[in-house]
């Protein structure tokens, strides 16, 4: 074991904020990270044990108790779960005589859930070992418990359960771009760091990650900023539950990203760049980092890339399974390896990010846009999409449609004209920014996706008219109680609140009052919370309760549900309970609660 983490932590130079590659190389070499392990990890890295193992707790694909040999995550995405997941785990469970989330004794498989695995629209998807395998059936599922159960190795298995699909149906500019590897590296190099600066800002070009924060005034105020050195950092953690774009773009336009954070290099003057991949898409990094091989051959990456002098690289990180390392600070926190809690801001990542130098974080997709504006300039982003939202949207899309996958469009694009083209059957719903968001019934459906109308990360999630909108709502308020970093208390109370009280209503013993609980809950964590998880956990929850009103009334406890205040009821009530007071007076026996007409509402129990 000690020879092991020896070598391992030497191939990182010892350095101790590669922590989370380190404790992942370990685990993938020892099973698990046992605490002798943790122990003579902090050894050789010079840090506390509390610290490596305060990293190896937070993120959930590291496991500080024994796994299986055979590591099976279901995707719990509420996609997932509408074509049968969670069945399928209980088929694959019961061929194995197991329980999920536990391990089987002789130690050969452990079965359990993940959050997202970014394969809506292919599911339901499985991660075994961190390979991903799309459109499980009954019959994969049982074949996959006899391979288990002959412990035939992963290489083994039938090679098409492997196959992840693009799902590509609607191209514009950004997956129509055929540009050489270089060019646009090229073309900003001749601009000079000052006209690209202009041409990114004329382009009006804001960031496709979720917040649409202007991608020049992030370049200016890095730029700017005073370091040793400056970073370009791409976040492709895509946890949003429904989203999958970034995936297809790492997949498909990866030499793109790879311009365009050279791009980014050179109008903020950083010689180093960083991608943040999801730990779910590490099946990408083989291919990905052979990519970076091939590039560095080629002469896009390394000496005098961006210039004489000013050389560019770009190395890979993997997350480790943690929703939260998407929020930009969380994610350098990572970087650093760190447990990925978002950090106290200002000062912003701009200033005082990685290593706490200048860093600018930008999505997959802002990047390789910026990568196009520096070949055509920013008059053409311009004369795409609205006045206020220039270019084009990469939008995932799945659930209750013909033909899920990847479709872009120029901004200004109406939810109707997705559905359309997604070949959507009555659709009752979308979620427009996945469960962080705002969830559109058919009224809305006229709207337009850009930033002045519906703005969005990517996920359009659609359900139809038989779907039950409470199980959605339950879904995804179980989602942010599993993912809250649990830093600040009204994030990690109100979503662990919610969560229970959702499955109160689930078994039939929920009141009004939990409905209003809830309501409670949405107002205080906005605002309050420490960071846009918080913020965002409950905006789908209260665009459903105001929407879809009676999906959660009708698991109302059935002696306290009343779906309305009955005035006539309780007026009538009222005067029978008048007449018995009357009665009860004449008796000699006048009790006061006899005569309390408020008991006569709807009356609920916490
Ligand atoms: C909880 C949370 C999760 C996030 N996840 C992502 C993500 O997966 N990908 C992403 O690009 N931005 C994500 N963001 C937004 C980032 O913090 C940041 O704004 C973004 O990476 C900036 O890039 P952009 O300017 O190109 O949009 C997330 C934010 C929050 C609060
Ligand atoms: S809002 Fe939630 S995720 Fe964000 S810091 Fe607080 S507990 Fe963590």
Request: hydrophobic share 40%; aromatic share 6%; charged share 20%.
């Amino acid at each position: 074991m000690l020879a092991t983490i020896q070598r391992i932590v030497d191939n990182h130079g010892r350095n101790a904020t590669r922590l989370v590659q380190i404790l992942r190389e370990v685990q993938d070499a020892l099973g698990w990270l046992a605490p002798d392990t943790l122990t003579a990890l902090a050894t050789a890295l010079g840090l506390t044990h509390a610290q490596v193992e305060s990293t190896a707790g937070f993120y959930h694909f590291f496991h500080t108790r024994p796994q299986g040999d055979y590591r099976v995550l279901f995707s719990d995405n509420i996609t997932d779960r509408m074509l049968g997941s969670a069945d399928l785990m209980q088929a694959l469970c019961k061929d194995l005589w197991l329980e999920p989330g536990h391990v089987s004794e002789d130690g050969l498989v452990s079965v359990g859930t993940t959050s997202c695995t970014g394969l809506c629209d292919q599911g339901p998807a499985v991660l075994v070992n961190y390979r991903a395998l799309a459109h499980m059936t009954p019959s994969t599922i049982r074949q996959m418990a006899q391979l288990i159960r002959a412990r035939v190795p992963l290489d083994q298995w039938p090679a098409d359960w492997f196959v992840v699909q693009d799902n590509i149906r609607r191209r514009d500019i950004v997956l129509n771009a055929e540009l050489a590897p270089g060019a646009p590296l090229a073309a900003a190099r001749e601009r000079g760091a000052d006209a690209l600066l202009n041409e990114i800002e004329h382009a009006g070009l804001r960031g496709r990650g979720g917040a649409g924060f202007s991608t020049a005034t992030k370049w200016r105020a890095c730029r700017a900023a005073p370091g040793s050195t400056h970073y370009v950092v791409c976040n492709a953690d895509e946890g949003e539950p429904g989203t999958f774009k970034d995936r297809v773009l790492l997949t498909t336009r990866f030499d793109l990203l790879l311009d365009g954070m050279g791009v980014a290099a050179l109008a903020v003057g950083a010689s180093h760049g960083l991608i943040y991949l999801r730990g779910e898409y590490r099946y990408l990094l083989p291919q990905l980092e052979a990519q970076l091989v091939q590039r560095r051959q080629q002469g896009l990456l390394g000496a005098d890339v961006l210039g004489p002098g000013c050389s560019f690289d770009v190395e890979i990180h993997l997350g480790a399974g943690a929703y939260i390392c998407g929020e930009e600070s969380a994610l350098i926190e990572s970087l650093e390896g760190k447990p990925g809690r978002p950090r106290i801001r200002p000062p912003f990542p701009v200033t005082h990010g990685y290593l706490g130098q200048p860093t600018t974080v930008n999505n997959v997709e802002t990047l390789i846009v910026a990568a196009l504006v520096a070949v055509h300039g920013g008059a053409w982003l311009r004369a795409i999409g609205t006045p206020v939202s220039s270019g084009t949207k990469v939008l995932s899309v799945s659930g209750d449609v013909a033909r899920p996958g990847i479709y872009e469009y120029p901004f200004g694009v109406r939810i109707a004209e997705v559905l359309a083209d997604a070949g959507a059957v009555q659709p009752l719903m979308v979620t427009t920014a996945g469960a962080a968001g705002s969830c559109l019934a058919a009224d809305a459906f006229g709207r337009r996706i850009a930033f002045e109308d519906v703005p969005t990360g990517g996920s359009i999630m659609v359900f139809n008219d038989s779907r039950d909108v409470f199980d959605v709502a339950r879904n995804f308020v179980h989602f942010f109680a599993h993912e809250s970093c649990g830093f600040c208390t009204p994030c990690r109370v109100g979503t662990a609140v919610n969560a229970r009280l959702m499955d109160k209503l689930a078994t039939d013993h929920g009141s009004p009052y939990d409905l209003d609980e809830m309501e409670r809950m949405h107002q205080l964590m906005q605002g309050a919370s420490h960071c846009g998880l918080g913020n965002t956990a409950t905006l789908a929850l209260r665009d459903l309760l105001h929407t879809f009103r009676p999906a959660f009334e009708r698991r109302l406890h059935a002696q306290s549900y009343e779906p309305a205040f009955d005035l006539d009821a309780a007026l009538s009530q009222a005067r029978r309970m008048t007449r018995r007071d009357d009665a009860d007076a004449h008796l000699g026996d006048n009790h006061s609660s006899h005569t309390a007409a408020p008991a006569t509402l709807p009356e609920s129990q916490p």
